[in-house]
Nanobody, 125 residues
Framework: QVRLVESGGGSVQAGDSLRLSCAAS????????VGWFRQAPGKEREFVAT????????AYADAVKGRYTISRDSAENTVYLQMNSLKPEDTAVYYC??????????????????WGQGTQVTVSS
């Protein structure tokens, strides 16, 4: 199992930027790939960004493509989500999750076996 802790959320104005962090720990960290999801009130958890099934390459939801960037510091076992040009519709609780290395379905929440507690992002117009 992988333990995940998100941080970096907050309340910002439209057009601002935020950087979220996801610190991963546990014996099997190296056998997992991290992805970001978000959940707005009354809506299902939706995919935001992740790395490919071997950890190489990235994938983004259409709604955030060109504005968000996922990156990692492998030495620190930390994954980041840089969010630029934020919009009110980006308001949600953001979660990082971990799925097994080799799993290609990074956009499906059910493929993730560990989740963090979430961090709130609120964007006002």
């Amino acid at each position: 199992q992988v333990r995940l802790v998100e941080s970096g959320g907050g309340s910002v104005q439209a057009g601002d930027s935020l950087r979220l962090s996801c610190a991963a720990s546990g014996r099997t960290v190296s056998r997992h790939i991290v992805g970001w999801f978000r959940q707005a009130p009354g809506k299902e958890r939706e995919f935001v960004a992740t790395f490919g099934r071997t950890g190489e390459g990235t994938a983004y939801a259409d709604a955030v493509k060109g504005r968000y960037t996922i990156s990692r510091d492998s030495a620190e076992n930390t994954v980041y989500l840089q969010m630029n040009s934020l919009k009110p519709e980006d308001t949600a609780v953001y979660y990082c999750g971990a799925r097994l290395y080799g799993n290609a379905y990074g956009n499906l929440a059910r493929m993730y076996n560990s989740w963090g507690q979430g961090t709130q992002v609120t964007v006002s117009s």
